[in-house]
């Protein structure tokens, strides 16, 4: 079974400096999509951005970037120019190409951003 | 565009009591329909999902259960609440097997 690991609970950052959210997975697979979903205090939750498997290219989401190393099995957020409003909770998330049909979410990591 | 509505937003229920919460998609036909459960500091947990009209698969055996009656209509229910049912509920939409967007989500708190 997939699992993902975001093994940091909580970070802070300075308004418009840079942060970097990391995140680990176990899978056997070779043909996955990875996510991250940012959930604002409204609790729902917003899709920030998408990487498939196979596509060596990194994603990007105007201030967002993902660092994409698929030997290694990590995907990591990058947020640029943080804003008060980027402060929420963010999960990394797997979902199988051609298997199961559900997300796999991490736990979650708190981004608390400083004025 | 998609939109993908929820409700209530907020049930507070007594144990023993039946539940009914509904998600509704527009803008879109035959889309995949997801419920999951998020409890308090965790993850989301899958509880349902359906293909199509009247397919339902259950990822967690418990004391929920799910219909689709129609096309952008998923409702999740249960004929006696559990105080362990307390948590926030996801319906989610997707394309195949591409991304899933979520709905506002409602909180349901069984006392």
């Known amino acids: 079974a997939q699992t993902v690991t975001q093994s940091q609970p909580e970070m802070s950052v300075q308004e418009a400096e840079t942060v970097t959210l990391s995140c680990t997975y176990d899978?056997?697979?070779?043909?996955?999509?990875l996510f991250w979903y940012k959930q604002p205090p409204s609790r729902q939750m917003i899709l920030v951005i998408r990487?498939?498997?196979?596509?060596?290219q990194n994603a990007t989401e105007n201030r967002f970037s993902v660092n994409f190393q698929k030997a290694a099995k990590s995907f990591s957020l990058k947020i640029s120019d943080s804003q008060l409003g980027d402060a929420a909770m963010y999960f990394c998330?797997?979902?199988?190409?051609?298997?199961?049909?559900?997300?796999?979410f991490g736990k979650g990591m708190k981004l608390t951003v400083n004025p | 565009s998609q939109t993908i509505h929820q409700w209530p937003a907020t049930l507070v229920q007594p144990v023993g009591s039946p539940l009914s919460l509904e998600c509704t998609v527009e803008?879109?036909?035959?889309?995949?329909l997801y419920w999951y459960r998020q409890a308090a500091g965790r993850g989301l947990q899958l509880l349902f999902y359906?293909?199509?009209?009247?397919?339902i698969s259950s990822e967690v055996p418990q004391n929920l259960s799910a219909s689709r009656p129609q096309d952008r209509q998923f409702i999740l229910s249960s004929k006696k609440l559990l105080l362990s049912d307390s948590g926030f509920y996801l319906c989610?939409?997707?394309?195949?097997?591409?991304?899933?967007?979520f709905g506002p989500g409602t909180r349901l708190l069984v006392l």
């Open positions: 989610a939409w997707g394309r195949g097997r591409e991304t899933q967007y």
């Open positions: 803008g879109t036909s035959n889309p995949n």
């Open positions: 998330a797997y979902r199988s190409r051609g298997g199961s049909e559900k997300l796999v």
């Open positions: 990487q498939e498997a196979y596509k060596q």
């Open positions: 899978t056997s697979e070779s043909d996955y999509y």
């Open positions: 359906s293909v199509g009209i009247g397919q």
